[in-house]
Nanobody, 123 residues
Framework: QVQLVESGGGVVQAGDSLRLSCTAS????????MGWFRQAPGKQREFVAS????????YYGDSAQGRFIISRDNVRNTVYLQLNSLKPEDTAIYFC????????????????WGQGTTVTVSS
């Protein structure tokens, strides 16, 4: 049974940092690219960041550039998202996802999804 379990969300103030984690099970983690998406209240889900199987390639959405860092540990079957300099507009549910495809920057590229972890940034 495939599972992606996110953790690390919470309520923080603007300027703070958080590290989100997503632990995978039920599939060969090191054979999948991993990504983070987010969905703010009343908005569509958007791409945040993704990382290739061996961490050689990383991609970031416009909102994440220069502030967020994606990484992975293939021994622990875990992908991380370091959120720095948080802003109120970063408030959203953050989802991790797994892609067995060559491309991994859009939602259709992803086959498995977690349930999400909520990040709330107050001003």
């Amino acid at each position: 049974q495939v599972q992606l379990v996110e953790s690390g969300g919470g309520v923080v103030q603007a300027g703070d940092s958080l590290r989100l984690s997503c632990t995978a099970s039920g599939f060969s983690f090191n054979m999948y690219a991993m990504g983070w998406f987010r969905q703010a209240p009343g908005k569509q889900r958007e791409f945040v960041a993704s990382i290739g199987r061996r961490s050689t390639n990383t991609y970031y959405g416009d909102s994440a550039q220069g502030r967020f860092i994606i990484s992975r540990d293939n021994v622990r079957n875990t992908v991380y998202l370091q959120l720095n300099s948080l802003k109120p507009e970063d408030t959203a549910i953050y989802f991790c996802a797994a892609s067995g495809n060559y491309y991994f920057t859009t939602e259709p590229d992803y086959e498995f999804w977690g349930q999400g972890t909520t990040v709330t940034v107050s001003s």
